[in-house]
């Protein structure tokens, strides 16, 4: 795969062979960022699983105590109450029926999808649609709740969802390169501890295989991710 120039520059900086301490690793991926915007900073995970097997497929969410740096539109599928309080909570759209159906013809301008329980059996026909998206509403990452307002404010502040891809991998944007290695060491320690908490009691030996960093068209980073906590 060819390299632009300015990539080649900043990949000069970083030692493939080497894993460095956590906030050194994010000090170099702001460093290496070659991208005009106000990059994001994404974290990969190595981790020994098969995602195959039920117990070793987890999931969940966790609220980065610093945010992502991005807004996410939020859309509510609720009725009567529950869609008023969305509204009030500040979700950007609101419905039931005419919203699912929207969806069918190909409206995706939204993020996160939030549903109240009884919503569920109507929204769960468009599984082959949202599912690949990963944007089915789930229990376990709190977006299958009744209490919508609380829902709203967590995904607002910066709450993000995980779950490995086939081979085991989990990636997700820590933040931007606008913080600084401090506080996206803070976001990186919030996710590295629920990984590590969710850890499957069938698994045996090491767990966190690697981590990397990188900035939004920036080279990879490894860490030691014993140096993340």
């Known amino acids: 795969m060819k390299r632009g120039k300015k990539y080649v520059e900043a990949a000069k900086l970083v030692d493939s062979s080497k894993s460095y301490s956590a906030l050194e690793a994010l000090e170099l991926a702001c460093k290496t960022s070659t991208a005009k915007f106000d990059a994001s900073v994404d974290v990969a995970f190595r981790l020994n699983i098969d995602p195959r097997k039920a117990e070793q497929n987890i999931r969940g969410a966790i609220v980065l105590p610093n945010g992502t740096g991005k807004t996410r539109k939020v859309l509510v599928i609720a009725r009567g109450a529950k869609a008023q309080e969305a509204t009030e909570a500040g979700a950007d759209y609101v419905g039931e029926a005419e919203m699912i159906n929207k969806i069918n013809q190909g409206w995706f301008d939204f ?33 299958v709740t009744m209490d919508v307002a609380k829902a709203i404010k967590e995904i607002k502040a910066g709450k993000v969802e995980y779950r490995p891809d086939k081979v085991g991998n989990i990636q997700m944007t820590i933040g931007k390169v606008s913080f600084g290695a401090e506080k996206l060491k803070e976001n990186l320690k919030t996710v590295y501890d629920a990984l590590v908490k969710a850890r499957p009691s069938t698994i045996k030996g090491s767990y966190v295989k690697n981590v990397s960093v990188a900035s939004t068209m920036g080279p990879g980073i490894k860490v030691d991710f014993n140096s993340i906590n």
Do not use: E, F, S, Y
């Not at 939030?114 to 089915?136: I, N, S």
């Open 111 to 143: 993020d996160v999808i939030v549903a109240t329980p009884d919503m569920m059996g109507q929204l769960g026909k468009l599984g082959r649609v949202l599912g690949p998206k990963g944007l089915m509403p789930n229990p376990k990452t709190g977006t």
